[in-house]
T-cell receptor, first 115, second 114 residues
Framework: DAKTTQPPSMDCAEGRAANLPCNHSTISGNEYVYWYRQIHSQGPQYIIHGLKNNETNEMASLIITEDRKSSTLILPHATLRDTAVYYCIVRVAHSYGGATNKLIFGTGTLLAVQP | GAVVSQHPSRVICKSGTSVKIECRSLDFQATTMFWYRQFPKQSLMLMATSNEGSKATYEQGVEKDKFLINHASLTLSTLTVTSAHPEDSSFYIC??????????FGPGTRLLVL
């Protein structure tokens, strides 16, 4: 699986949009971009994933560049409860076995939402 | 999203004893579940992949005789830490993959070995 690079930490003011970048310059054509977050002392929470088109759900938006070498997770109106470590992971989706089925976590970005 | 539960949420045990952690998929069947371990201030580390009805696949450096994994049904996987020692104290997290969808995580089990 391709490796990702994320800034170790970011701050965001409450109520403002939080834009979390991720570089995945070695991503393969069949690899998806997944985003998870982990609030302190809890299991990771799935946020969103995409292949090449931009995606939006009730939690966030995912913007993937045309060359797919980077992406940005957008939390449109950050709240204090969005303070967490955000992980960007690339992986082949829809496979049913083998190494391509594993989610490998990097170090992520600690997002601190300030009041 | 899909719901994955873990039991117990935290456990304290004496050194040398064995501890069993359960992971259940509550509203879907999971042919594949995963076990992770997380030490303080570190990221999640994948320990093993658990496949229903077959042997688990362990990551390099993870002792299969120490961390016994059983995936006897489509909704239950168990991790047993055998002869636990203080260095096994950690946060253990399981996850299950929903076919054609994302992977969902349990709330984690905090193990403290005295």
């Amino acid at each position: 699986d391709a490796k990702t690079t994320q800034p170790p930490s970011m701050d965001c003011a409450e109520g403002r949009a939080a834009n979390l970048p991720c570089n995945h310059s070695t991503i393969s054509g069949n690899e998806y971009v997944y985003w998870y977050r982990q609030i302190h002392s809890q299991g990771p929470q799935y946020i969103i994933h995409g292949l090449k088109n931009n995606e939006t759900n009730e939690m966030a938006s995912l913007i993937i560049t045309e060359d797919r070498k980077s992406s940005t997770l957008i939390l449109p109106h950050a709240t204090l409860r969005d303070t967490a470590v955000y992980y960007c992971i690339v992986r082949v989706a829809h496979s049913y076995g083998g190494a391509t089925n594993k989610l490998i976590f990097g170090t992520g970005t600690l997002l601190a939402v300030q009041p | 999203g899909a719901v994955v539960s873990q039991h117990p949420s935290r456990v304290i045990c004496k050194s040398g004893t064995s501890v069993k952690i359960e992971c259940r998929s509550l509203d879907f069947q999971a042919t594949t579940m995963f076990w992770y371990r997380q030490f303080p201030k570190q990221s999640l580390m994948l320990m093993a992949t658990s496949n229903e009805g077959s042997k688990a696949t362990y990551e390099q450096g993870v002792e299969k005789d120490k961390f016994l994994i059983n995936h006897a049904s489509l909704t239950l996987s168990t991790l047993t830490v055998t002869s636990a020692h203080p260095e096994d104290s950690s946060f253990y997290i399981c996850s299950a993959r929903v076919p054609d969808r994302a992977q969902y995580f349990g709330p984690g089990t905090r193990l403290l070995v005295l």
